[in-house]
Protein backbone atom coordinates (compact mmCIF):
# COMPACT_ATOMS: atom_id res chain seq x y z
CA UNK A 1 0.00 0.00 0.00
CA UNK A 2 2.14 2.41 -1.07
CA UNK A 3 0.32 6.21 -0.35
CA UNK A 4 0.51 7.04 3.69
CA UNK A 5 -2.51 7.73 5.83
CA UNK A 6 -2.86 10.72 6.89
CA UNK A 7 -3.44 11.85 10.29
CA UNK A 8 -3.53 15.20 11.65
CA UNK A 9 -3.38 15.45 15.41
CA UNK A 10 -3.87 19.16 16.49
CA UNK A 11 -1.74 19.90 19.11
CA UNK A 12 -4.29 20.54 21.69
CA UNK A 13 -6.21 16.69 20.86
CA UNK A 14 -5.51 14.20 23.06
CA UNK A 15 -5.73 10.21 22.70
CA UNK A 16 -9.17 9.13 25.10
CA UNK A 17 -9.75 5.85 23.83
CA UNK A 18 -7.16 3.12 22.46
CA UNK A 19 -7.45 0.07 21.08
CA UNK A 20 -4.54 -2.30 21.13
CA UNK A 21 -4.03 -5.44 18.95
CA UNK A 22 -7.88 -5.88 19.20
CA UNK A 23 -9.10 -9.32 18.58
CA UNK A 24 -12.50 -11.02 18.37
CA UNK A 25 -12.58 -14.43 17.30
CA UNK A 26 -15.92 -16.88 16.91
CA UNK A 27 -14.20 -20.58 16.86
CA UNK A 28 -11.96 -19.82 13.78
CA UNK A 29 -13.09 -16.65 12.77
CA UNK A 30 -11.75 -13.23 13.19
CA UNK A 31 -14.24 -10.92 13.19
CA UNK A 32 -12.36 -8.45 14.38
CA UNK A 33 -8.36 -9.31 13.58
CA UNK A 34 -5.91 -7.39 15.62
CA UNK A 35 -7.34 -3.53 15.22
CA UNK A 36 -5.38 -1.01 17.12
CA UNK A 37 -6.68 2.60 17.18
CA UNK A 38 -6.28 5.73 18.69
CA UNK A 39 -9.81 7.66 19.24
CA UNK A 40 -8.88 11.50 20.19
CA UNK A 41 -10.87 13.51 22.77
CA UNK A 42 -13.80 15.22 21.54
CA UNK A 43 -13.60 13.80 18.15
CA UNK A 44 -16.44 12.33 15.90
CA UNK A 45 -14.99 9.26 14.46
CA UNK A 46 -16.85 6.99 12.18
CA UNK A 47 -16.68 3.26 11.84
CA UNK A 48 -17.66 2.70 7.94
CA UNK A 49 -17.84 -0.60 5.98
CA UNK A 50 -20.31 -2.82 4.53
CA UNK A 51 -22.08 -5.55 6.48
CA UNK A 52 -20.42 -8.23 8.22
CA UNK A 53 -16.87 -6.33 8.28
CA UNK A 54 -16.07 -6.49 12.05
CA UNK A 55 -17.74 -2.49 12.91
CA UNK A 56 -20.36 -3.57 15.52
CA UNK A 57 -18.10 -6.04 17.16
CA UNK A 58 -15.39 -3.56 17.55
CA UNK A 59 -18.08 -0.93 19.01
CA UNK A 60 -20.06 -3.89 21.13
CA UNK A 61 -16.00 -4.68 22.55
CA UNK A 62 -16.01 -0.96 23.74
CA UNK A 63 -19.36 -0.74 25.30
CA UNK A 64 -18.64 -3.66 27.31
CA UNK A 65 -21.32 -5.68 25.65
CA UNK A 66 -19.09 -8.30 24.01
CA UNK A 67 -15.22 -9.80 25.50
CA UNK A 68 -12.22 -9.22 23.13
CA UNK A 69 -10.59 -12.63 22.58
CA UNK A 70 -7.22 -10.93 23.12
CA UNK A 71 -6.13 -6.96 23.01
CA UNK A 72 -6.81 -4.02 25.20
CA UNK A 73 -9.04 -0.64 25.14
CA UNK A 74 -8.15 2.08 27.34
CA UNK A 75 -9.45 4.85 28.26
CA UNK A 76 -7.36 8.11 29.26
CA UNK A 77 -4.52 4.73 30.14
CA UNK A 78 -6.89 2.85 32.10
CA UNK A 79 -7.91 -0.52 30.86
CA UNK A 80 -11.74 -1.04 30.69
CA UNK A 81 -11.96 -4.80 29.70
CA UNK A 82 -13.12 -5.72 33.87
CA UNK A 83 -15.19 -2.74 33.70
CA UNK A 84 -18.99 -3.59 33.36
CA UNK A 85 -20.73 -1.78 30.55
CA UNK A 86 -22.84 0.66 33.26
CA UNK A 87 -19.51 1.53 34.90
CA UNK A 88 -17.89 2.93 31.63
CA UNK A 89 -19.23 6.42 31.31
CA UNK A 90 -20.50 5.43 28.16
CA UNK A 91 -23.59 6.12 26.27
CA UNK A 92 -25.27 3.94 23.75
CA UNK A 93 -27.83 3.83 21.02
CA UNK A 94 -27.80 1.02 18.81
CA UNK A 95 -29.89 -0.10 16.46
CA UNK A 96 -32.33 -2.24 18.33
CA UNK A 97 -32.40 -0.57 21.48
CA UNK A 98 -35.27 -1.24 23.50
CA UNK A 99 -36.89 1.49 25.77
CA UNK A 100 -38.86 0.75 29.04
CA UNK A 101 -42.18 -0.17 27.18
CA UNK A 102 -43.99 0.59 30.85
CA UNK A 103 -42.73 4.21 30.77
CA UNK A 104 -43.42 7.69 28.94
CA UNK A 105 -41.71 8.91 26.56
CA UNK A 106 -40.73 12.05 28.62
CA UNK A 107 -39.67 9.24 31.27
CA UNK A 108 -37.67 7.00 29.26
CA UNK A 109 -35.72 9.99 28.54
CA UNK A 110 -35.40 11.45 32.21
CA UNK A 111 -34.40 7.56 33.35
CA UNK A 112 -30.59 7.99 33.13
CA UNK A 113 -31.08 11.63 35.10
CA UNK A 114 -33.22 10.15 37.70
CA UNK A 115 -30.80 6.89 38.47
CA UNK A 116 -28.24 9.79 38.89
CA UNK A 117 -30.58 11.92 40.87
CA UNK A 118 -30.27 15.02 39.31
CA UNK A 119 -32.36 17.80 40.83
CA UNK A 120 -36.03 17.79 39.32
CA UNK A 121 -35.95 21.52 37.74
CA UNK A 122 -32.87 20.74 35.92
CA UNK A 123 -33.79 17.34 34.78
CA UNK A 124 -37.22 18.68 33.52
CA UNK A 125 -34.66 21.02 31.61
CA UNK A 126 -32.61 18.92 30.14
CA UNK A 127 -35.49 16.51 29.21
CA UNK A 128 -37.46 19.13 27.62
CA UNK A 129 -34.53 20.38 25.41
CA UNK A 130 -33.92 16.63 24.50
CA UNK A 131 -37.62 16.51 23.17
CA UNK A 132 -37.43 19.91 21.10
CA UNK A 133 -33.89 18.36 19.73
CA UNK A 134 -35.79 14.77 18.46
CA UNK A 135 -38.68 16.59 17.00
CA UNK A 136 -41.03 14.89 20.09
CA UNK A 137 -42.20 17.85 21.80
CA UNK A 138 -45.71 16.63 20.76
CA UNK A 139 -45.30 12.61 21.37
CA UNK A 140 -43.75 13.38 25.68
CA UNK A 141 -46.58 11.31 26.74
CA UNK A 142 -46.95 8.50 24.58
CA UNK A 143 -45.43 5.06 25.92
CA UNK A 144 -42.97 3.70 23.17
CA UNK A 145 -45.44 0.68 21.74
CA UNK A 146 -47.72 4.38 20.38
CA UNK A 147 -44.60 5.38 18.42
CA UNK A 148 -43.31 4.49 14.94
CA UNK A 149 -39.74 2.52 14.91
CA UNK A 150 -37.64 5.97 13.81
CA UNK A 151 -39.91 7.81 16.55
CA UNK A 152 -38.63 5.39 19.35
CA UNK A 153 -35.01 5.69 18.18
CA UNK A 154 -34.78 8.93 18.04
CA UNK A 155 -36.91 8.33 22.07
CA UNK A 156 -33.21 6.17 22.33
CA UNK A 157 -31.13 9.27 21.22
CA UNK A 158 -32.10 11.62 23.54
CA UNK A 159 -32.27 8.98 26.49
CA UNK A 160 -28.21 8.19 25.65
CA UNK A 161 -27.62 11.92 25.39
CA UNK A 162 -29.76 13.40 28.09
CA UNK A 163 -26.91 12.90 30.55
CA UNK A 164 -24.15 14.11 28.47
CA UNK A 165 -22.02 10.63 29.20
CA UNK A 166 -18.11 11.69 28.01
CA UNK A 167 -18.40 8.89 25.39
CA UNK A 168 -20.99 8.12 22.57
CA UNK A 169 -21.78 4.92 20.71
CA UNK A 170 -24.27 4.64 18.10
CA UNK A 171 -24.36 1.61 16.07
CA UNK A 172 -26.71 2.72 13.12
CA UNK A 173 -28.87 4.82 14.91
CA UNK A 174 -30.58 6.38 11.87
CA UNK A 175 -30.84 3.42 9.68
CA UNK A 176 -34.81 2.93 10.76
CA UNK A 177 -35.89 6.69 9.42
CA UNK A 178 -36.96 8.35 6.31
CA UNK A 179 -34.29 10.17 4.51
CA UNK A 180 -35.24 13.67 5.13
CA UNK A 181 -35.14 13.08 8.70
CA UNK A 182 -31.80 11.06 8.61
CA UNK A 183 -30.45 13.91 7.29
CA UNK A 184 -32.05 16.63 9.99
CA UNK A 185 -31.08 14.50 12.65
CA UNK A 186 -27.48 14.04 11.06
CA UNK A 187 -27.29 17.98 11.31
CA UNK A 188 -28.19 17.63 14.77
CA UNK A 189 -25.51 15.39 15.81
CA UNK A 190 -23.16 17.20 14.46
CA UNK A 191 -24.18 20.78 15.75
CA UNK A 192 -24.99 18.61 19.34
CA UNK A 193 -21.29 17.05 19.29
CA UNK A 194 -20.19 20.68 18.72
CA UNK A 195 -21.96 22.00 21.65
CA UNK A 196 -20.93 19.31 23.84
CA UNK A 197 -17.69 18.56 22.88
CA UNK A 198 -18.33 14.43 23.92
CA UNK A 199 -16.61 11.51 21.73
CA UNK A 200 -18.78 10.22 19.69
CA UNK A 201 -18.18 6.80 17.91
CA UNK A 202 -20.31 6.32 15.14
CA UNK A 203 -21.31 2.85 13.64
CA UNK A 204 -22.92 3.40 9.82
CA UNK A 205 -23.00 1.57 6.11
CA UNK A 206 -23.49 4.69 4.41
CA UNK A 207 -20.54 6.48 3.13
CA UNK A 208 -22.74 9.72 3.06
CA UNK A 209 -23.60 9.32 6.47
CA UNK A 210 -20.02 8.99 7.43
CA UNK A 211 -19.15 11.94 5.25
CA UNK A 212 -21.85 14.05 6.64
CA UNK A 213 -21.31 13.87 10.30
CA UNK A 214 -17.27 12.30 10.97
CA UNK A 215 -14.05 14.42 11.57
CA UNK A 216 -12.61 11.00 10.63
CA UNK A 217 -13.39 7.78 9.56
CA UNK A 218 -12.04 4.36 9.97
CA UNK A 219 -12.75 2.18 7.00
CA UNK A 220 -13.43 -1.63 7.85
CA UNK A 221 -13.11 -4.80 5.67
CA UNK A 222 -12.73 -7.99 6.79
CA UNK A 223 -12.23 -7.68 10.59
CA UNK A 224 -9.54 -4.92 9.59
CA UNK A 225 -9.27 -0.98 9.57
CA UNK A 226 -8.21 -0.18 5.71
CA UNK A 227 -7.94 3.56 5.84
CA UNK A 228 -8.35 6.08 8.31
CA UNK A 229 -8.75 9.78 8.22
CA UNK A 230 -10.85 12.57 6.98
CA UNK A 231 -13.63 12.10 4.64
CA UNK A 232 -11.37 14.64 2.10
CA UNK A 233 -8.22 12.64 2.78
CA UNK A 234 -9.60 9.00 2.26
CA UNK A 235 -11.58 10.56 -1.34
CA UNK A 236 -8.75 12.61 -2.44
CA UNK A 237 -5.75 9.94 -1.33
CA UNK A 238 -7.09 6.66 -0.71
CA UNK A 239 -4.50 4.26 1.06
CA UNK A 240 -5.13 1.24 -1.19
CA UNK A 241 -7.05 0.41 -4.44
CA UNK A 242 -10.14 -1.01 -1.94
CA UNK A 243 -10.96 2.40 -0.08
CA UNK A 244 -10.56 4.00 -3.51
CA UNK A 245 -12.81 1.73 -5.12
CA UNK A 246 -15.18 1.46 -1.40
CA UNK A 247 -15.43 5.35 -1.36
CA UNK A 248 -16.73 7.06 -4.28
CA UNK A 249 -15.90 5.99 -7.53
CA UNK A 250 -12.90 4.95 -9.16
CA UNK A 251 -11.14 4.59 -12.76
CA UNK A 252 -8.12 1.64 -12.74
CA UNK A 253 -5.56 1.28 -14.82
CA UNK A 254 -2.58 -1.12 -14.98
CA UNK A 255 0.86 -0.04 -15.60
CA UNK A 256 4.04 -1.46 -15.93
CA UNK A 257 6.64 0.92 -13.88
CA UNK A 258 9.69 2.00 -16.24
CA UNK A 259 11.45 4.59 -13.51
CA UNK A 260 9.64 6.27 -10.23
CA UNK A 261 7.86 8.66 -12.08
CA UNK A 262 7.38 7.23 -15.52
CA UNK A 263 5.26 4.24 -16.30
CA UNK A 264 3.48 2.42 -19.48
CA UNK A 265 0.21 2.16 -19.91
CA UNK A 266 -0.70 0.60 -24.02
CA UNK A 267 2.80 0.58 -24.57
CA UNK A 268 2.91 4.40 -24.33
CA UNK A 269 4.77 5.80 -21.03
CA UNK A 270 2.63 8.43 -18.53
CA UNK A 271 3.85 10.86 -15.96
CA UNK A 272 3.28 9.11 -12.91
CA UNK A 273 3.40 10.81 -8.87
CA UNK A 274 6.51 9.82 -7.80
CA UNK A 275 7.17 6.69 -6.09
CA UNK A 276 9.44 5.20 -4.41
CA UNK A 277 11.36 2.05 -4.64
CA UNK A 278 9.91 0.83 -7.97
CA UNK A 279 11.72 -1.77 -10.33
CA UNK A 280 11.65 -1.61 -14.08
CA UNK A 281 8.52 -3.58 -15.82
CA UNK A 282 6.59 -3.95 -11.81
CA UNK A 283 2.91 -4.07 -12.23
CA UNK A 284 1.00 -0.29 -11.13
CA UNK A 285 -2.12 0.19 -10.46
CA UNK A 286 -2.93 4.22 -11.15
CA UNK A 287 -6.24 5.34 -9.77
CA UNK A 288 -7.96 8.30 -11.00
CA UNK A 289 -11.54 9.35 -9.86
CA UNK A 290 -13.99 10.35 -12.64
CA UNK A 291 -14.17 14.31 -11.96
CA UNK A 292 -10.54 14.47 -12.69
CA UNK A 293 -10.11 13.00 -16.04
CA UNK A 294 -11.46 15.00 -18.95
CA UNK A 295 -12.77 13.45 -22.67
CA UNK A 296 -11.54 15.89 -25.49
CA UNK A 297 -12.50 15.18 -29.26
CA UNK A 298 -9.21 15.13 -30.80
CA UNK A 299 -10.25 18.48 -32.83
CA UNK A 300 -10.33 20.10 -29.40
CA UNK A 301 -7.83 18.51 -28.43
CA UNK A 302 -5.44 19.47 -30.79
CA UNK A 303 -6.53 23.06 -30.29
CA UNK A 304 -5.67 22.62 -26.75
CA UNK A 305 -2.15 21.50 -26.02
CA UNK A 306 -1.51 18.98 -23.30
CA UNK A 307 -0.22 21.29 -20.19
CA UNK A 308 2.84 20.14 -18.39
CA UNK A 309 2.34 17.44 -15.77
CA UNK A 310 -0.62 16.36 -17.72
CA UNK A 311 -1.33 12.77 -19.69
CA UNK A 312 -3.48 11.46 -22.50
CA UNK A 313 -4.47 8.40 -23.79
CA UNK A 314 -6.90 7.74 -26.79
CA UNK A 315 -10.50 5.39 -26.07
CA UNK A 316 -13.81 5.34 -27.68
CA UNK A 317 -16.89 6.27 -26.05
CA UNK A 318 -19.59 4.22 -24.68
CA UNK A 319 -21.91 6.17 -23.64
CA UNK A 320 -22.81 9.39 -22.78
CA UNK A 321 -24.63 10.56 -19.89
CA UNK A 322 -26.19 13.73 -19.25
CA UNK A 323 -26.21 14.78 -15.40
CA UNK A 324 -28.21 18.48 -15.79
CA UNK A 325 -24.50 20.67 -15.40
CA UNK A 326 -22.10 18.20 -15.91
CA UNK A 327 -21.60 15.01 -18.69
CA UNK A 328 -20.29 11.98 -17.52
CA UNK A 329 -18.41 9.77 -20.34
CA UNK A 330 -17.78 5.93 -20.51
CA UNK A 331 -15.32 5.51 -22.55
CA UNK A 332 -12.95 2.18 -23.47
CA UNK A 333 -9.02 2.21 -24.36
CA UNK A 334 -7.64 0.50 -26.95
CA UNK A 335 -7.22 -2.42 -25.16
CA UNK A 336 -10.49 -2.83 -23.37
CA UNK A 337 -9.79 -0.51 -20.19
CA UNK A 338 -13.27 0.84 -19.03
CA UNK A 339 -13.25 4.63 -17.79
CA UNK A 340 -15.71 6.91 -16.60
CA UNK A 341 -14.62 10.66 -17.20
CA UNK A 342 -15.86 14.11 -17.52
CA UNK A 343 -16.69 15.34 -20.82
CA UNK A 344 -15.58 18.94 -21.63
CA UNK A 345 -17.93 21.15 -22.43
CA UNK A 346 -17.25 21.40 -25.71
CA UNK A 347 -17.62 24.13 -27.68
CA UNK A 348 -17.88 21.88 -30.98
CA UNK A 349 -20.06 19.20 -32.01
CA UNK A 350 -21.18 16.94 -28.44
CA UNK A 351 -19.51 13.38 -28.08
CA UNK A 352 -21.50 10.44 -28.99
CA UNK A 353 -21.10 7.06 -28.79
CA UNK A 354 -18.51 5.27 -31.29
CA UNK A 355 -16.48 8.64 -31.43
CA UNK A 356 -12.52 8.94 -30.74
CA UNK A 357 -11.52 10.69 -27.58
CA UNK A 358 -8.64 11.66 -25.97
CA UNK A 359 -8.74 11.48 -22.24
CA UNK A 360 -6.79 13.95 -20.19
CA UNK A 361 -5.85 13.93 -16.69
CA UNK A 362 -3.17 15.86 -14.38
CA UNK A 363 -0.10 12.80 -13.02
CA UNK A 364 -0.51 14.16 -9.32
CA UNK A 365 -4.15 13.53 -9.48
CA UNK A 366 -3.79 10.10 -10.07
CA UNK A 367 -2.84 7.84 -6.96
CA UNK A 368 -0.04 4.99 -7.38
CA UNK A 369 -0.70 1.70 -5.73
CA UNK A 370 2.08 -1.43 -6.16
CA UNK A 371 -0.04 -3.34 -4.17
CA UNK A 372 -3.76 -4.80 -4.85
CA UNK A 373 -6.00 -7.92 -5.10
CA UNK A 374 -8.52 -7.99 -7.84
CA UNK A 375 -11.22 -7.97 -5.43
CA UNK A 376 -10.08 -4.67 -4.53
CA UNK A 377 -11.02 -3.52 -7.68
CA UNK A 378 -14.57 -4.51 -7.53
CA UNK A 379 -16.84 -2.43 -5.18
CA UNK A 380 -19.51 -5.26 -5.02
CA UNK A 381 -16.82 -7.91 -4.39
CA UNK A 382 -14.73 -6.01 -2.34
CA UNK A 383 -18.37 -5.20 -0.17
CA UNK A 384 -18.01 -7.85 1.93
P1 LIG B 1 -20.75 -5.27 10.98
O1 LIG B 1 -21.14 -4.51 12.19
O2 LIG B 1 -19.62 -4.64 10.24
O3 LIG B 1 -21.91 -5.57 10.07
P2 LIG B 1 -20.29 -7.40 12.83
O4 LIG B 1 -19.28 -6.85 13.76
O5 LIG B 1 -21.71 -7.43 13.30
O6 LIG B 1 -20.18 -6.69 11.41
O7 LIG B 1 -19.89 -8.89 12.46
C1 LIG B 1 -18.60 -9.24 11.99
C2 LIG B 1 -18.58 -10.71 11.67
O8 LIG B 1 -18.65 -11.46 12.86
C3 LIG B 1 -19.75 -11.17 10.81
O9 LIG B 1 -19.28 -12.08 9.85
C4 LIG B 1 -20.67 -11.82 11.79
O10 LIG B 1 -21.42 -12.82 11.17
C5 LIG B 1 -19.71 -12.40 12.80
N1 LIG B 1 -20.33 -12.50 14.14
C6 LIG B 1 -20.79 -11.48 14.89
N2 LIG B 1 -21.28 -11.93 16.06
C7 LIG B 1 -21.12 -13.27 16.04
C8 LIG B 1 -21.41 -14.35 16.97
N3 LIG B 1 -21.99 -14.07 18.15
N4 LIG B 1 -21.09 -15.59 16.61
C9 LIG B 1 -20.50 -15.85 15.42
N5 LIG B 1 -20.18 -14.90 14.52
C10 LIG B 1 -20.49 -13.64 14.81
Same mark, same amino acid.
Given at each position: #? ?5 ? +?? =? ?14 ? *? ?9 ? !? ?49 ? &? ?16 ? &? ?12 ? @?????? &????? !? ?15 ? @?????? %? ?9 ? =? ?6 ? =? ?10 ? /? ?5 ? /??? %? ?5 ? *? ?7 ? #????? %? ?14 ? *? ?5 ? =? ?29 ? /? ?17 ? &? ?12 ? !???? +? ?11 ? #? ?23 ? @???? #? ?24 ? @? ?9
Amino acid at each position: #MSAVIKE +PA =PADQRTLVSLRHLNKH *YGNFAAVDDIS !LDIQDGEFLTFLGSSGSGKSTTLSMLAGFEQPSSGEILVNGQSLVNVPPHK &RDIGMVFQRYSLFPHLSV &RDNIAFPLAIRKLA @SAEREK &RVDAM !LKLVQLDQFAHRRPAQL @SGGQQQ %RVAIARALVYE =PRILLMDE =PLGALDKKLRED /LQDELRQ /LHR %RLGITIV *YVTHDQEEA #MRLSQ %RIAIFSHGKIVGLGSG *YDLYQNP =PNAFVASFLGNSNFLKLKAQSNAVATFEGKP /LAIRPTANLQTEQDLLLMI &RPEKALALSPAQAQ !LEPL +PSGWNEVTATVTE #MLFLGESQTCSVVTATGTAMTVKAL @SASG #MPLQAGDAVCVRWASADACVYTQWTE @SDLNKAAGAH
